[in-house]
């Protein structure tokens, strides 16, 4: 597939709309399961893989748009290849500069990416924020 310069606005608002709904979801489940602790197995291991899922909304922007600032999109990019390809471990990536101090999450190379649903969900505003703002 091409590079995608753009996306409609219903896509994005259809994307969040469905992972707001995974997150509600996710409540439910906690809620249900109350101070059961394989929920603590559970979390980060879920909300890991909606990090790969937020990515694949929009797997196709282009980086032309998307820039390499440490942005939130860059953030997500960089995590997604840390999961998929180091252990759930922050990497560096020579291409994009993510700060600790000005990214969304703070992590810092080498630390493991084991996102809660706090952390996820100020992750995934952040991001569609950014999309909305740069391919919108």
């Known amino acids: 597939m091409l590079g995608v ?3 409609p606005k219903q896509y994005i608002d259809q994307c969040r709309a469905d992972m707001r709904s ?3 979801a996710y409540r439910k489940l ?3 399961v109350d101070g059961d602790a394989a929920l ?3 979390e980060p291991l879920f909300f890991n ?3 790969l899922v937020l990515d694949a909304y929009f797997v196709h922007r282009l980086r032309t748009k998307e820039l390499k600032d440490g942005n939130p ?3 997500v990019r960089v995590l997604c290849s840390s999961i998929l390809q180091n252990g759930a471990k922050l990497a560096a990536d020579k291409t994009i500069k993510v700060k600790p101090e000005t990214s969304v ?3 810092e190379v080498g630390d493991d990416i084991r996102l809660d649903e ?3 969900a100020r992750l995934a505003d952040a991001y569609f924020a950014e999309i909305e703002k740069k391919f919108c």
């Open 5 to 7: 310069s753009e996306y």
């Open 22 to 24: 995974q997150l509600a």
């Open 105 to 107: 999450l703070g992590y």
């Open 30 to 32: 906690k809620k249900a």
């Open 49 to 51: 893989n909606l990090v």
């Open 40 to 42: 603590g197995t559970f």
């Open 118 to 120: 706090k952390r996820f």
């Open 73 to 75: 999109a860059n953030e």
